[in-house]
């Protein structure tokens, strides 16, 4: 490509099912022998900021693809200020980002050749499919895996990703990988048992953000920046994904045992959902947990109406 006008690529590819939208920018690029970097300041992608309708005409128009199709695939702008949008949802900016770290299962890589659209999620720390953790650094080379290479399955070192099969995921984490991957749309895989039935309710992003504020602390006296630091990589949010299930469970069987967790729980994330979620189950259960940590006093009468003492919202079907 020795110009940056504005043209469509001749060879057209068609998105896959399940595809991301960068994960597809990276493979048409590719198919028409033009290198990923150049691609994007060519199709104006500016990464590090949701895109607006009128990008996404433009980008779809030179990827010679679909713009609904796309536009759904990648993380877009959301009417509300620290919102975007993506596969149809709502997710905070954090939860859902076009710029992070490109994490990817070597094993759908080498069976389906396409980067799936839940690993631009934060809450995909692994792959419900194969099992493992998501890799975001490539085993070879060890650097970060970047959009920046040569083809979908391909480090820019030149070989292809390869699985660290002493990496499986915990139950709980599959379990949560199922829920989320079958929210997004992909049947195929089984309903999760191991998950809190509180969970099924909500929005992926409320259900992630509610696990990650209960799991975020293994203990009393961490502090959340420390936390937080320990949880950059997909293992080390798995971890977090693990506890926060575990609580949730606990919770759920017991609602006794909320207080037990206040000290853990990261209280100031839980009362900016109750403030702004994604759906207003979100927001009930975040405040309900809220209430259940600051005191013992019966949290069955709440703004929803009383309900039996004890009992959780929302999850009696
Ligand atoms: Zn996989
Ligand atoms: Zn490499």
């Not at 607006?52 to 009417?79: E, F, H, K, P, Y």
């Not at 702004?276 to 019966?298: C, K, N, Y």
Request: with cysteine.
């Amino acid at each position: 490509m020795e110009t940056l006008e504005p043209r469509q690529l001749p060879v057209k590819l068609e998105l896959a099912p399940a595809e991301s939208g960068l994960g597809f920018a990276l493979r048409a690029l590719r198919a028409n022998g033009v290198a990923f970097d150049q691609g994007i300041r060519w199709l104006g992608l500016e990464r590090h900021r949701p895109l607006d309708q009128q990008s996404v005409r433009r980008i779809a128009w030179c990827l010679n693809v679909d713009r609904s199709q796309l536009g759904t695939r990648l993380v877009m702008q959301d009417a509300s200020t620290g919102w975007v949008r993506l596969a149809g949802m709502r997710f905070r900016r954090q939860v859902a980002t076009n710029k992070l770290y490109a994490k990817v299962c070597p094993q759908c890589l080498r069976e389906q050749g396409i980067a799936k659209l839940s690993w631009q999620l934060r809450a995909a720390v692994g792959c419900a499919q194969h099992g493992y953790s998501l890799i975001w650094l490539c085993p070879h080379c060890g650097q970060t895996i970047a959009w920046n290479r040569p083809d979908v399955d391909i480090c820019r070192c030149g070989r292809h990703f390869k699985t660290d099969s002493s990496d499986a995921v915990e139950p709980e984490v599959q379990a949560w990988l199922n829920w989320m991957e079958r929210a997004l749309g992909d049947v195929a895989l089984s309903s999760p048992t191991a998950l809190p039935t509180a969970a099924l309710h909500l929005s992926i992003d409320g259900a992630f953000r509610i696990i990650e504020a209960l799991g975020l602390c293994p203990r009393a006296g961490t502090s959340v920046r420390s936390a937080l630091a320990g949880c950059k990589t997909p293992r080390g949010l798995g971890a977090v994904v693990q506890r926060g299930v575990e609580r949730l469970k606990a919770i759920e069987a017991d609602p006794g045992v909320a207080m037990r967790f206040s000290m853990v729980a990261n209280q100031p994330a839980l009362a900016q959902i109750a403030a702004d979620a994604a759906a207003v189950e979100d927001q009930a259960l975040a405040w309900w947990l809220m209430q259940s940590m600051r005191s013992s006093v019966d949290p069955g009468a709440t703004r929803a109406g009383s309900r039996p003492r004890g009992q959780l919202p929302l999850f009696i079907s």
